[in-house]
């Protein structure tokens, strides 16, 4: 199976801030990883597919990058509506979450 | 707009069964593969189920083998999961999902149904 590895798994950052989340993969998974934001008592909601594709309606603040077993999240100038736990998930053998990173406002 | 619709959670006692539902709309259901998602409280989201587009697969992890089911009816546009032999520790949210494209991934959520298993 594989395992997905979020890092760090509490972050404190700014309003304004640049913000990198970083998850790795236990093996190659080619791409195939999606970023979804939930915040507190809501569902998730997905804000990157296949590695760096932003769905529909997200802000272009948000991106995704990576390849083989490294991946990251970032927001490029952080917002107050963006304090939410975030999830990687793989989906190139299996399904797996990453066990999320919460980020928060310093 | 795509929707989907859990219902059926409640509290149920260790060993007993209980039935989610989520009731799909706003897309052609029988051209998506679907899953099921849990996150126990205060925890991280755990893949449960996926069933193919016409049910003819269904994958689990191995927690839940042999005690949950994953199915569908097309006709009616739900998604099932049948839950057998329920411990404390499948008390959790549980997600209806529809994966994007064949397996990939999780691209619309419902609002989730909590299911607690308590004596």
């Known amino acids: 199976d594989i395992q997905m590895t979020q890092s760090p798994s509490v972050l404190s950052a700014s309003v304004g801030d640049r913000v990198t989340l970083s998850c790795k993969a236990s093996q190659n998974i080619n791409k195939n990883l999606d970023w979804y934001q939930q915040k507190l008592g809501e569902a998730p909601k997905l804000l990157i597919y296949f590695t760096n594709n932003l769905q529909t309606g997200i802000p272009s603040r948000f991106s995704g990058s990576g390849s083989g077993t490294d991946y990251t999240l970032t927001i490029s100038s952080l917002q107050p509506e963006d304090v939410a736990t975030y999830f990687c998930f793989q989906y190139n053998s299996g399904w797996t979450f990453g066990g999320g990173t919460k980020l928060e406002l310093k | 707009e795509v929707q989907l619709v859990e219902s059926g959670g409640g509290l149920v006692q260790p060993g007993r069964s209980m039935k989610l539902s989520c009731a799909a709309s706003?897309?052609?259901?029988?051209?998506?593969?679907m899953a099921w998602v849990c996150q126990a409280p205060k925890k991280g989201l755990e893949w449960v189920a996926t069933i193919s587009y016409d049910g003819s697969s269904t994958y689990y992890r191995d927690s839940v083998k042999g005690r949950f089911t994953i199915s569908r009816d097309n006709a009616k546009s739900t998604l099932y999961l049948q839950m057998d032999s329920l411990r404390s520790e499948d008390t959790a949210t549980y997600y209806c999902?529809?994966?994007?494209?064949?397996?990939?991934?999780?691209?619309?959520w419902g609002q989730g149904v909590m299911v607690t298993v308590s004596s």
């Open positions: 999902a529809r994966h994007e494209g064949l397996g990939g991934g999780l691209d619309y």
């Open positions: 706003g897309f052609t259901f029988n051209n998506y593969d």
